[in-house]
Nanobody, 130 residues
Framework: VHLQESGGGSVHSGASRRLSCVLS????????MSWFRQTPGTDREAVAT???????NYADDIKGRFTISRDNDKNTLWLQMNSLNPGDTAMYYC?????????????????????????WGQGTQVTVSS
């Protein structure tokens, strides 16, 4: 299984950026997909999740600015990021969870994400300067 992110880079405050993640190696349609971000010295945090039917959830600090979406025919996940600010500077990771009837597709505030993610991408850096 391989997740390949792209789209990171350096931007100024107020700019937009779209991250992409392509998954290969397993069926994509039923996976719970998510975007995480991490800064040095902090825990990786979930910012957005989306289930196979397209239902999405967002962390409070990015709600209204970021949009997660997916194309099940292209095995692709996106994160559209608008109105970026320096606080959004981080390494961004896409992640996949295998189908789990009892767990479903957890919200970003789920407390045990690191224990349930099955596959991680390698990350793409987003740097926002003021």
């Amino acid at each position: 299984v391989h997740l390949q992110e792209s789209g990171g880079g350096s931007v100024h405050s107020g700019a937009s950026r779209r991250l992409s993640c392509v998954l290969s190696g397993i069926p994509y349609r039923r996976l719970c997909m998510s975007w995480f971000r991490q800064t040095p010295g902090t825990d990786r945090e979930a910012v957005a999740t989306i289930d196979g039917d397209g239902a999405s959830n967002y962390a409070d600090d990015i709600k209204g600015r970021f949009t997660i979406s997916r194309d099940n025919d292209k095995n692709t996940l996106w994160l559209q990021m608008n109105s970026l600010n320096p606080g959004d500077t981080a390494m961004y990771y896409c992640a996949a969870l295998l189908p789990d009837i009892s767990l479903g597709c957890p919200r970003p505030d789920y407390s045990n994400w690191r224990m349930i993610v099955d596959y991680w991408g390698q990350g793409t850096q987003v740097t926002v300067s003021s």
